[in-house]
């Protein structure tokens, strides 16, 4: 087989993470969270109070990036790569819905996708890899042999966060969920760097009525006739 670079980008909980990684797995190739870097990088700015509910001080967000050291480290466990921020494991503390809730304000400013973008497609260079986001078919990875694009409803993705939310015991209510989901569409799919639209060359998926199996045969089906 040859080693390909597999780009999957969508609306935030259509399940895109779930099939990238397991997709990494069966092929033997890293796997990368981009949205697991976006919020890494707007939980360093909330820690410093610049960005909150009612504010965005772009000036000394963009101040600070030179500040910020992000790696994954591999969990055996987990069976993939975890993140940290500056050395410390934060990959459950970016998963919360206060993150979510500033995210897409945060990754809206040009030098902080600037900055990433350059190490994803460092992190990619040598192919191999499955990496999932917003804009790795259009931006990041335009070259990529094969691009997906996930699609589901608003209400299922809405539910499929909240059920993942509720497993790991956070106390949230489902209306919250399903707001963010909303406003993190709009402001994704709007803003002037980069939005979330779907690469010309993208197979689009729509999970909506899919379980998690059949979600990733689909994925496995198509992938095997690209490598
Ligand atoms: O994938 P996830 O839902 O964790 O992404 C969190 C947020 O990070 C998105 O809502 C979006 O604002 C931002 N993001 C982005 N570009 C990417 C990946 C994520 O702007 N490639």
């Known amino acids: 087989d040859k080693k390909i670079t597999i780009a999957i980008d969508g609306f935030s909980s259509t399940g895109k993470s779930t099939v990238a990684k397991r997709l990494a797995k069966e092929l033997e190739y890293v796997y990368v969270d981009t949205g697991a870097m976006y919020r890494a990088v707007t939980l360093y700015m909330m820690r410093k109070l610049f960005v909150s509910n009612d504010h965005v001080n772009e000036e000394a967000i963009i101040r600070h990036l030179p500040f910020i050291n992000l790696h994954f480290e591999y969990n055996d466990v987990l069976g993939y790569g975890e993140m940290y921020l500056n050395g410390e494991n934060v990959e459950k503390e970016i998963r919360y819905l206060e993150v979510s809730q500033q995210v897409s304000k945060v990754s809206a400013i040009p030098q902080v996708r600037k900055m990433l973008v350059k190490q994803q497609q460092e992190m990619g260079k040598s192919k191999g890899v499955v990496m999932d986001g917003r804009d790795i078919g259009t931006v990041v990875f335009p070259d990529a042999e094969l691009k997906i694009f996930m699609t589901a409803s608003t209400e299922h993705r809405a539910q499929r966060r909240y059920d993942e939310l509720m497993d790991r015991g956070d106390e ?27 690469a010309d060359d ?26």
């Open 172 to 198: 949230i209510s489902y209306e919250d969920v399903l707001q963010n989901v909303k406003d993190r569409d709009y402001m994704d799919s709007t803003r002037d760097d980069s939005p979330l639209i779907k």
């Open 202 to 227: 993208a197979i689009e998926f729509d999970n909506s009525n899919y379980g998690k199996e059949e979600q990733f045969q689909k994925v496995l089906e198509v992938t095997k006739k690209k490598i």
